[in-house]
């Protein structure tokens, strides 16, 4: 599993990212990334600011994806990911602690607020931070996958009142579909259960 850690950069960190997807055969995950990181941009100018880190995170937070399927649970093993039991069910959820390792060990990331928002991407956590919403939702709102149009377009809407308001649109649509979703994390729940009181 070395092979994913080995990738040598160069110290342009844009070029190196579409090469780490490009070597490892994976042009959609790299045009997936861009864009995320082109919502992530709206959302800037749509408040005028964004944390300071969200496009690094943005750039990093599917990383995780050029590891094959067959390879993740081995991946995760060697390089001491904790697999929970509902992590087991659905393997591919795991992307996004792989993602927090490459990001550390191929491309230096130090920054515990940024490896925490790849980190989360995918699910969230109870009491996220600002940058760990942002990255959430530019990845949510760059989906094309057929069925989530309409998922998409409310959290645009929810947008328009704040951060929050719109990743609590997502969060509680997960709960509202909990019995035929193939996972519903844990750490999505929680979030779900902070943001309904939060707000
Ligand atoms: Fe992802
Ligand atoms: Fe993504």
């Not at 579409?18 to 941009?41: G, I, M, N, W």
């Amino acid at each position: 599993m070395e092979k994913y850690l080995n990738f040598k950069t160069t110290g342009d960190f844009q070029k190196d990212i579409e090469s780490y997807f490009l070597v490892y055969d994976k042009l959609d995950k790299y045009e997936h990334t861009l864009d995320v990181v082109r919502e992530l941009h709206n959302i800037e100018k749509q408040f005028g600011s964004i944390e300071q880190g969200s496009e690094i995170a943005c750039y990093c937070h599917d990383l995780g994806r050029v590891v094959d399927k067959e390879e993740i649970v081995e991946f995760c093993i060697e390089n001491n990911i904790e697999i929970t039991d509902e992590e087991k069910q659905m393997p591919s959820i795991l992307h996004q602690k792989i993602s927090r390792i490459i990001a550390e060990t191929v491309f230096k990331i130090r920054d515990e607020n940024i490896l925490n928002a790849i980190r989360y991407h995918a699910t969230s956590r109870r009491q996220p931070s600002k940058m760990e919403i942002e990255v959430l939702l530019a990845d949510k709102l760059s989906w094309k996958e057929e069925g989530y149009e309409k998922l998409v377009k409310e959290i645009r809407e929810a947008l328009k009142h704040s951060r929050e308001k719109a990743i609590l649109y997502y969060l509680t649509d997960l709960e509202l579909n909990k019995e035929t979703l193939p996972l519903y994390h844990k750490d999505s729940r929680e979030a779900y259960e902070y943001f309904k009181q939060e707000i």
